[in-house]
């Protein structure tokens, strides 16, 4: 069955350091892969996505992530973190039935 | 253009009482609709899923069901709320297509007391 895991439930780091948000995936053929964020009290916004083609992809408010098939990992990185990125982040994949499945998300917090 | 509509924002809703959330979409046919619920310390959960009227796919066991009685609406329901349905509910669509085009509701923050 398909599944994302994000191994990292709570992640902190100081503003300006970089930000690496793991995502490993359970899929037999090739995945489309997505990075949610959700701040407080708003709803999903959608960051970045993975259908096909170049496996680095770039997203909205600074953030890429990297498509690694030997690895099933879809890895949500950024160089430099800003307080406004505070929020949940979900990787998700969708299956061949066009089914959304969502990972538990990863909450980030920004120190100054 | 697209959008999604979901009601209510909030809901507090004593133990025992029924329940009706209510998502439309316009601006597209034949759409993708989904139902997941986001727990506090879970993340999000598919609970329903629905390819066309009539048909809904359950995805966990629980105490909620789901109907589509037109092809644009999509109604969460539950004759008798426990405390466990507490939660953040989201509604979303997709084109079918392979999740190019996917979006979502603005969710309702489900409270059970």
């Known amino acids: 069955a398909q599944s994302v895991t994000q191994p990292d439930i709570h992640i902190t780091v100081s503003e300006g350091a970089s930000l690496e948000l793991r995502c490993n995936y359970s899929?037999?053929?090739?995945?489309?892969l997505f990075w949610y964020v959700q701040s407080p009290g708003q709803g999903l916004q959608l960051l970045l996505k993975?259908?096909?083609?170049?496996?680095l992809v770039q997203g909205i408010k600074g953030f890429e992530a990297e498509f690694k098939r030997s690895q099933s990992s879809f890895n949500l990185r950024k160089p430099s973190v800003h307080w406004s990125d505070a929020a949940e982040y979900f990787c998700a994949v969708i299956t061949n039935t066009d089914k959304l499945i969502f990972g538990t998300g990863t909450r980030l917090q920004v120190f100054p | 253009s697209q959008t999604i509509h979901q009601w209510p924002a909030t809901l507090v809703q004593p133990v025992g009482s029924p329940l009706s959330l209510e998502c439309t979409v316009e601006g597209t046919s034949n759409p993708n609709l989904y139902w997941y619920r986001q727990a506090a310390g879970r993340g999000l959960q598919l609970l329903f899923y629905?390819?066309?009227?009539?048909?809904i796919s359950s995805e966990v066991p629980q105490n909620l069901s789901a109907s589509r009685p037109q092809d644009r609406q999509f109604i969460l329901s539950s004759k008798k709320l426990l405390l466990s349905d507490s939660g953040f509910y989201l509604c979303?669509?997709?084109?079918?297509?392979?999740?190019?085009?996917?979006?979502f509701g603005s969710g309702t923050q489900l409270s059970v007391l």
């Open positions: 979303a669509w997709s084109s079918g297509t392979g999740g190019e085009k996917l979006f």
């Open positions: 629905s390819v066309g009227i009539g048909q």
């Open positions: 899929y037999g053929a090739t995945p489309y």
């Open positions: 993975y259908f096909s083609g170049d496996t």
